[in-house]
């Protein structure tokens, strides 16, 4: 009697390890394929980014004479455009140059705390090349004048884009909770983080939720 109910305890422990290695098996399979998706995806991107850009500067350069043709000079621009209008933009031209003394500022004490804090954190670089991307000074079709102004608003944009991926990893690292209303512009991290009032659930989930 004594050793038919080890058996059935043995019997019992041995299904439960089974079982035990059966959801653990299931979830590294899971995990693999994401891990598997994830590389598909980003290898596709990688792959249409280059075919853009093979396709771009293969067009530019069999169209780089038509192009080159439809360059109008800064000064018959300047003569073209009204007089109101070239005052308008004179006026503000000290309002808008002056704003590049902010964003070098914001640039480098940003990139001071996501080279020094990341790695204390744990936390994935984010790719600079990634998010600052200067080529429209390769069309012929604008002059050196509107070359300067886009890389001005590349700059601009890109740090933008750039300083919002930094804060929405540190966000997703020390706050992951979503907002009571729906953001307008959600961030790459915001649908990881856990619902406004689920305080237990991010209580649990929180070093789940670190790990990028």
Same mark, same amino acid.
């Given at each position: 009697?004594?050793?038919?109910?080890?058996?059935?305890?043995?019997?019992?422990? #041995?299904?439960?390890?089974?079982?035990?290695? #059966?959801?653990?098996?299931?979830?590294?399979? +899971?995990?693999?394929?994401? #891990?598997? $998706? $994830? @590389?598909?995806?980003?290898?596709?991107?990688?792959?249409?980014?280059? =075919? &853009?850009? +093979?396709?771009f500067i293969s067009d530019l350069w069999v169209k780089r004479e038509e192009l080159r043709l439809q360059k109008i000079s800064v000064w018959k621009k300047f003569i073209k455009n009204s007089f109101g209008m070239?005052? $308008? =933009?004179? #006026?503000?031209? /000290?309002?808008?140059?002056?704003? @590049? @003394? /902010? &964003?070098?500022?914001?640039?480098?004490t940003t990139e001071i705390y996501h080279r020094v804090c990341f790695r204390l954190y744990g936390i994935p670089m984010v790719e600079i090349k990634e998010y600052f991307i200067f080529d429209r000074h390769l069309l012929p079709y604008l002059n050196w004048f509107e070359k300067f102004n886009c890389f001005y608003c590349s700059y601009f944009n890109c740090l933008i884009s750039y300083v919002k991926e930094i804060s929405a990893r540190t966000e997703r690292y020390w706050c992951p909770i979503k907002h009571s209303r729906p953001l307008k512009d959600e961030h790459s991290q915001y649908d990881k983080f856990v619902d406004y009032s689920d305080g237990?659930?991010?209580?649990?989930?929180?070093?789940? @939720? $670190?790990?990028?």
């Open positions: 009697m004594k050793n038919e109910k080890q058996n059935k305890n043995f019997n019992h422990d #041995l299904n439960n390890l089974f079982e035990r290695l #059966l959801v653990t098996k299931n979830k590294r399979l +899971k995990n693999v394929e994401e #891990l598997k $998706r $994830r @590389i598909t995806t980003k290898l596709d991107l990688e792959i249409k980014r280059l =075919y &853009a850009k +093979k396709n070239n005052c $308008r =933009y004179i #006026l503000s031209m /000290p309002f808008i140059y002056m704003m @590049i @003394i /902010p &964003a070098i500022i914001l640039h480098i237990e659930v991010l209580r649990k989930q929180w070093n789940r @939720i $670190r790990k990028f």
